[in-house]
């Protein structure tokens, strides 16, 4: 079964490495206070570490590997999409607690978004609970870009109710985010903002594959889908 689900994810990692990214305006040189901090509000989307999946851990011990894919709306034109595709792995280290990481790669715009965050369930479905309550603090920051450095640190509070292969789960999440210029001609302070949002999807596990599709709910409306695979 392991070499199975290894034969799996090595495919799942190609794909994403392969698929080529949409150009977007993040990075871009900035030279006032003003331009700084609309680069601030709109980078939360983009930052954003998106749960993708229920409450539920992976075991301790095991690893799951998947490919990612987030749509984000850029700023105020919704005709405009952020579509990177991206890779994302949880490794399990307790019974109710596990660690990911995550890669988002944009090769138009020659920089990366990385990510950490550790979900941990706070109460689990039984006979005398219909659902699982888990909290997932994560980080995140912008690498490699010419212009600009951000950071996002955030906190999701999710549920979900498993229904044999199926699990629907709903949260709400919020994030502080920062971006400071690396190449300003006058030194601008770093620029801060706040997102929040709601967010709701549905995960689907059978054997070794993992399925999941999210929609959230913030400035923007933000779809994410995600396949992979545990061993």
Known sequence: ??????????????????????????????????????????????????QVGDTTTVR???VELGVQYNSTPIGDATSTWNSVPNIAARFGIGER??????????????????GADTKIVLLSQ???????????PSLTGLVGASHIWAASAAIDLSVSRTFRS????????????????????????????GDTHAYAGLAYRWRTLVLAAEIDNGATVNYAFRIGTRF
């Open 126 to 136: 039984g006979p005398g609970l219909p659902v699982s309550v888990a909290v997932r």
């Open 97 to 114: 607690a596990d660690l990911g990481a995550w890669g988002a790669f944009n090769s138009n715009g020659r920089y990366t978004v990385l």
């Open 1 to 50: 079964m392991r070499t199975f689900a290894i034969m799996i994810g090595a495919p799942l990692v190609a794909i994403a490495s392969a698929t080529p990214a949409q150009a977007q305006p993040i990075d871009r040189p900035v030279a006032t206070e003003a331009q700084l901090q609309s680069v601030a509000d709109e980078i939360g989307p983009l930052l954003r570490f998106r």
């Open 60 to 62: 301790p011990g095991d």
């Open 166 to 193: 199926l699990s629907p789960y709903g949260g709400v999440a919020a994030s502080s985010n920062v971006a400071i210029a690396r190449t300003s001609a006058s030194a601008l302070d770093p620029a801060t903002s």
